[in-house]
């Protein structure tokens, strides 16, 4: 299968400070690359998309960068709320496909 | 407007038992995907239908799982046998039209094999 993978396993952010969740991805011929938000006990929530040929998306406290020299991809959130607490996937399409990474598991500090 | 409905939340069987999972996609969605995500990974695409028709099922373990959308609305995916590395939360998504990015999911069944 395709590989997405995340750096990090865990992070913790004290409240009102920016987070950073990064993503490695193997496969260049995605054409769209996507952050989904799962809180505990619920199915994953759309968050952000970028498509492949664009470098930065900005949405409600949200910001996607990807970097396809290094095959990196990150979501900031500003201003971290406890409710951002969640893990927090990249997911990638390739043609019809989707293929999700591990996650990372964000903790926020109040 | 609702959101995608899955059932049962829970379920517990032996191995070699059979399963069956419900799901109801949001209104007017053409497309409905089923995941399986294993404790401590990301989902895992197994099937995808447009309206009542499969799309792509090259993840999906046919020796022992399949699944239907009859009429082109509701869903459901079954197991039989089923095998311990089962256990799982099996999630069903939707999505407006097919290959839709932002695709939303319902919360899930959670499955143990014993």
């Known amino acids: 299968g395709e590989s997405v993978g995340l750096h990090l396993p865990t992070l913790s952010v004290q409240e009102g400070d920016n987070s950073i969740i990064n993503c490695a991805y193997s496969?260049?011929?995605?054409?769209?690359f996507i952050w989904y938000k799962q809180e505990s006990g619920k199915g994953p929530q759309f968050i952000i998309d970028?498509?492949?040929?664009?470098d930065k998306r900005q949405g409600q406290r949200v910001t996607v960068l990807l970097n396809k020299t290094v095959k990196h991809l990150s979501l900031q959130i500003a201003a971290t709320q406890p409710g951002d607490s969640a893990v927090y996937f990249c997911?990638?399409?390739?043609?019809?496909?989707?293929?999700f990474g591990t996650g990372t598991s964000l903790t926020v500090i109040p | 407007e609702a959101g995608v409905a899955q059932s049962p939340r829970y379920k517990i069987i032996e191995k070699r038992q059979s399963v069956a999972f419900w799901c109801n996609p949001i209104?007017?969605?053409?497309?409905l995907y089923w995941y399986q995500q294993i404790l401590g990974q990301g989902p895992k695409l197994l099937i995808q239908?447009?309206?009542?028709?499969?799309?792509?099922d090259s993840q999906l373990p046919k020796d022992r799982f399949s699944a239907e959308r009859l009429k082109g609305v509701d869903s459901t995916l079954k197991i039989q046998p089923a095998k311990l590395e089962d256990s799982a939360v099996y999630l069903c998504?939707?999505?407006?039209?097919?290959?839709?990015?932002?695709?939303?999911f319902g919360p899930g069944t959670r499955l143990t094999v014993l």
């Open positions: 997911a990638e399409r390739k043609g019809n496909q989707f293929y």
């Open positions: 496969n260049s011929a995605s054409d769209y």
């Open positions: 209104s007017g969605h053409a497309t």
């Open positions: 239908f447009q309206n009542n028709g499969v799309v792509d």
């Open positions: 970028i498509r492949s040929n664009m």
């Open positions: 998504a939707s999505s407006l039209e097919f290959g839709g990015i932002e695709q939303f």
